[in-house]
């Protein structure tokens, strides 16, 4: 265990030691960052009066935005920070303005705690050395050139004593090249933040909502009349402007209807019908609202169903409509109606799994049958539960049944992250980096699921009836934090001290790091030559280099070379392009939607003063705007208004002629019975489904909380779990930023009545179990959640406690079990535990403590 | 007499904490000094449950306690916009603002031994810019300009439960309420 006493000692030191380097050795530095005495603040107020210059910065995080970050740098330090204030604000042509935590990146850059110098575990040596001194050891200051030659001796020794395959890494695209061209590397995969969007839709017919969206852009969502969004709580989880976008829609007229456990902030703002639901249950209800309109439509007296859409544009609906060669009784409407299997669907069994009543089941499905122009979103939520992958599908039916799609205000589909109730393609893009792919020769490939038992026990599952041996003895964390992120983290914490080597790059004492041997300092985009981010379709931002490297801070291109050399490959075989190469094609490959609409065209001018200024290669090129105007402003955005030619109905074409715009499924339709999605899911060699989408219940979800289901008696975990992204962090990002964890205590959140059968108040340190782990947090106490779920905020950096193997940071995959299901779903919302009063030492407010430095 | 003040949008607020943040930033303030802080306000029992957020900086207020108590007159109403202005050089440190304010919004850093408070952003102002809570905010519910103006376009309500009332200092301040 790091001894938190002397670090806070050191602290000081650092703070010190920085502010002796604002004076020439570093090119900028944050004011607030250093942590600033009274003489400093005096300095700031000196600086602050001299002229500086705003710069486009990154904010290159995964949080669901991507928003224009300044930062106002004086005579080499960084005094402020802004948003987008490029052109006037309206809500057609809207800036693109950032978040607490965007705006908080100069404290992330110039961070106390950011990993100065390479460092290496006290006590590991060749082999391990004290292997389960992993996460608690000291750390100890080396050169580069002893990090380097350790981690390439490390892939070296391991790799000629287990074989290429015993290298896993786990994530950064900079590792993978050098480690491509020695032989090659386990990988691992997963759903992530998808859930059961992530695979699985494109064999029915619908998009992921990530690469490619269902669901038409947001100047047309004003045009619907009711928008139900199935899971989803932009206010919190998607950064930028996907609230303001809904906030317009409302204004339009739109009534909206929110089926989430949490009475969310976006429920609150759209004032929302707020229909509260167990997690997990989604697809029960919306059978039970499929029942509704299968029992009560009526062609000529009461239309409910869409049967024109139905009949035209899907297949496996009813009886008559399966695709050829598929058992007619493979329908789902006579699953629906319980025809044979003897269950019918009603709102009333729908009611006992998802908690819903029967009635609002009914209400919900009747409004979505009568209204006329309905946009039913969900986001992935949802998905991210064990043995969902028919939800997707039962979703599409549902929008399929009343025809929502294609049409004006009419849509159906994933609306989250960047294209949150803004689907379609980009309208300004930049290009590719020109680097070739280095194949991976090694095709062990692991579900994250069972990563971490993996390493543990050998095997790992490989596809249907298939299992594989496998002996992992290097762990190698590029850029990512799958230790935190990936669920059962005690399981993978025992994985880190088993294996012969961890090796991290980082900008943090991150979990990743706390646990290996050797920790390599990153820079962060602010230190490098610049790049791009693009995120909803109407902009691209181009930023730039706000700072030179932070001591001995090096890039992760730099490293992937310098550790390849040592392994005897040559610096342009796994880079042959510089890192302004790379940009300058970015640049110039750059598109922008034609001023008709009617296909891209280049965005930038590049002149060949540009191209020798930038010491590339490359030609001259005409395009919208000049170079210098893209680096000033930092961004370009499509100049949106209502009836231009930039905007998108998802599935236009197929709905007016589905045989000549055939879908990329099997049958070309969407399909309410999938083969090809059953087929899918049982080659992955976990769980089966059926071609229809059947009511499965999850592996830790609702019904498991319950030791007798039918006599509803609860059993050792009673309450469900869900991880709702918290505004303190982008999943764990930003986690260690003092001024964001002053402004996000990060508590558990308890529904009143489960706390009080508890005897808990707000304010109380509260142990959360699972039959997988336990945290401690402090409740918050609300009437905003359903009774049974509780809430515990994604991606806290786990703390963990040696003496009683406790994380005190509520780290919600401490709890989160090793369980695959389907298509290697990520079930983060399915999880099932107990909460209770702690009787040990009372937690104090993250911002109080000590920060990771070391 | 010209008198700059806030418009706060409460039905649009989601309470993300963007104006809070870009004003410590603006400010350079560290952990534990907010000039401008967003309170919630949860109501309702489920599940018929309410959340409310109010963003409260200063309200350059047109009778203000903070510069009536002030023992030494550093903190002052600006003659030509009503801002309520804090002269470090003549602070004691006394935190008598802080007492006085009825909406807690003078602060008192602990590394300079003085108070501190929202200036409206002045400089940022007097380059045509909006202060940074204003420019920060992903709803939009933030304005800033002569309170008159405002009023007149948002309406005068300055007292919403949970606030002082509105008749102690006379705030600059308008707000959207929820309609419900």
């Known amino acids: 265990m790091i001894k938190f006493i002397e670090k806070i000692q050191n602290h000081m030191i650092s703070r010190r030691s920085f502010l002796g380097m604002s004076a020439g050795a570093i090119a900028a530095v944050s004011l607030t960052g250093c942590g600033l005495t009274k003489v400093a603040t005096k300095q700031a107020e000196e600086i ?84 389960e001194l992993r996460g608690k050891d000291e750390w100890v200051r080396i050169s580069w050139d002893e990090a380097l030659d350790t981690v390439a001796g490390e892939i070296k020794r391991i790799r000629e004593k287990y074989g290429s395959n015993s290298i896993l890494v786990t994530g950064g695209s900079e590792m993978p090249r050098t480690l491509g061209l020695y032989g090659g590397h386990s990988t691992h995969w997963g759903t992530t933040s998808w859930g059961t969007w992530r695979w699985g839709p494109s064999k029915f017919g ?52 929110i089926i989430d456990p949490i009475y969310t902030d976006t429920s609150e703002t759209l004032e929302a019908q707020w229909v509260p639901i167990y997690p997990g249950t989604d697809h029960a209800m919306a059978l039970g609202m499929a029942y509704t309109l299968v029992t009560e439509d009526n062609p000529a007296l009461n239309p409910l169903i869409d049967w024109d859409f139905l009949n035209r544009c899907t297949v496996g609906f009813d009886a008559a409509h399966v695709p050829p060669g598929a058992d007619p009784k493979e329908n789902l409407k006579d699953y629906i109606l319980g025809t044979y299997d003897g269950v019918p669907k009603t709102p009333e069994w729908a009611a006992e799994i998802c908690g819903v009543e029967p009635e609002t089941i009914r209400d919900i499905a009747r409004k979505i049958g009568k209204t006329k122009r309905v946009a039913l979103f969900t986001a992935w939520a949802a998905a991210r539960t064990n043995n969902s992958d028919s939800w997707p599908q039962m979703f599409m039916s549902v929008g399929a049944m009343t025809g929502h799609m294609g049409q004006p205000g009419q849509m159906t589909g994933v609306s989250c992250h960047f294209a949150t109730g803004n689907g379609g393609p980009y309208l300004v893009k930049p290009g590719g980096n020109g680097l070739p792919v280095i194949k991976n020769p090694v095709t062990d490939r692991i579900n994250d699921n069972e990563m971490w038992e993996t390493i543990l026990t050998g095997k790992y599952t490989a596809g249907y009836n298939m299992k594989k041996d496998i002996n992992i003895q290097l762990i190698y964390h ?236 609860k059993g050792e975990y009673p309450l469900q779990i869900i991880n709702p992204h918290y505004f303190r962090r982008s999943h764990s990002i930003f986690d260690n930023i003092p001024q964001l964890r002053e402004v996000y205590p990060n508590p558990v959140f308890l529904s009143t009545k489960d706390a009080k059968e508890r005897g808990i108040k707000s304010g109380d340190t509260v142990l959360v179990k ?41 780290a919600d995959n401490i709890l989160t079990g090793p369980i695959a299901t389907g298509q290697g779903t990520a079930g983060w919302n399915t999880c099932i535990g107990e909460v209770e009063k702690y009787n040990g030492e009372t937690l104090i407010p993250d911002v109080k403590w000590p920060q990771r430095i070391i | 007499m010209s008198q700059l003040g806030f418009h706060f949008n409460m039905a649009t607020c989601i309470g993300c904490r963007a104006c809070q943040i870009a004003c410590k930033d603006r400010n350079n303030s560290k952990v534990g000094v907010l000039y401008r802080k967003v309170y919630d306000m949860e109501s309702g029992t489920y599940p018929n449950p309410r959340i409310d957020h109010f963003s409260l900086g200063c309200n350059h207020c047109a009778q203000p306690k903070c510069v009536a108590n002030c023992p030494t007159n550093a903190l002052y109403k600006r003659a030509e916009d009503g801002i309520v202005m804090h002269d470090k050089a003549k602070c004691i440190g006394c935190k008598m603002c802080l007492w006085s304010c009825p909406y807690g919004v003078p602060q008192y850093k602990e590394d300079e031994g003085k108070a501190g408070k929202c200036d409206l952003c002045v400089d940022l102002m007097a380059k045509g810019e909006e202060p940074a809570c204003v420019g920060a905010c992903v709803m939009r519910a933030l304005n800033v300009g002569e309170i008159e103006a405002l009023r007149k376009q948002y309406g005068s309500t300055a007292d919403v439960k949970g606030l002082p009332s509105s008749s102690t200092t006379h705030p600059s301040l308008c707000i959207t309420t929820k309609k419900r």
């Not at chain 1, 310098?562 to 970015?586: C, H, T, V």
Request: glycine share 10%.
């Open chain 1, 206 to 257: 619908m998009e992921d909502g990530y690469t490619e969206h269902s669901i038409n852009d947001r100047l047309d969502l004003r045009n619907s009349e009711l928008v139900v969004i199935w899971g989803g709580n932009p206010a919190w989880s998607a950064g930028g402007s996907p609230m303001y976008h809904y906030l317009q829609a409302k204004k339009a007229g739109a009534k909206f209807i």
């Open chain 1, 770 to 810: 699972s039959r997988h782990g336990k945290v401690l947090r402090t409740a918050s106490v609300t009437e905003r959640l359903m009774p049974g779920v509780v809430g515990l905020p994604h991606g806290a950096w786990a703390e963990i406690d040696e003496k009683t193997g406790i994380d005190k940071a509520g």
């Open chain 1, 48 to 131: 602050a009066k001299t002229e500086g210059q705003w710069l486009t910065a990154a904010c290159w995080h995964n949080c669901g935005g991507r928003c224009l970050n300044k930062a106002y740098v004086v005579d080499g330090v960084v005094v402020r920070q802004k948003t987008d204030d490029t052109h006037p604000d309206t809500p057609d042509y809207i800036q693109q303005r950032g978040c607490a935590r965007g705006r908080s990146q100069r404290h992330q850059v110039f961070g106390v705690d950011r990993i100065k110098y390479p460092m290496k575990r006290k006590h590991w040596e060749p082999g391990g050395g004290k292997k």
């Open chain 1, 478 to 713: 590029g850029y990512n934090a799958v230790l935190q992120t990936r669920s059962a983290m005690n399981k993978g914490i025992d994985a880190h001290r088993k294996v012969e080597f961890v090796v991290s790059h980082s900008h943090f004492l991150t979990t990743n790091s706390k646990y290996a041997d050797i920790i390599l300092p990153a820079t962060t985009e602010w230190e490098r030559e610049g790049g791009f981010s693009n995120g909803n379709r109407e902009m691209l931002i181009h930023y730039t280099r706000i700072t030179q490297p932070l001591f001995e801070a090096k890039h992760d291109q730099w490293m992937a070379i310098e550790i390849g050399k040592r392994l005897g490959l040559k610096a342009e075989d796994i880079y042959p392009l510089s890192e302004k190469q790379q940009i300058f094609n970015q640049l110039a490959g750059a598109t922008v939607i034609k001023e008709d609409g009617s296909g891209m065209e280049k965005l930038v001018t590049i002149t060949a003063g540009d191209i020798a200024a930038m010491g590339v290669a490359g030609n001259p090129q005409q395009g919208r705007i000049t170079l210098q105007e893209f680096r000033e402003k930092g961004i370009y955005q499509v100049e949106r208004k209502p009836g231009d030619k930039y905007g998108h109905i998802a599935y236009e074409k197929f709905r007016q002629n589905p045989e000549a715009n055939k879908l990329k499924t099997e049958s070309g339709k969407l399909e309410i019975h999938s083969k090809g999605l059953s087929d899918l899911i049982k080659n992955y060699g976990f769980t089966e489904i059926r071609p229809i989408p059947t009511y499965n219940r999850a592996i830790e979800g609702y019904e498991d909380t319950f030791k007798d289901w039918d006599n509803k008696i």
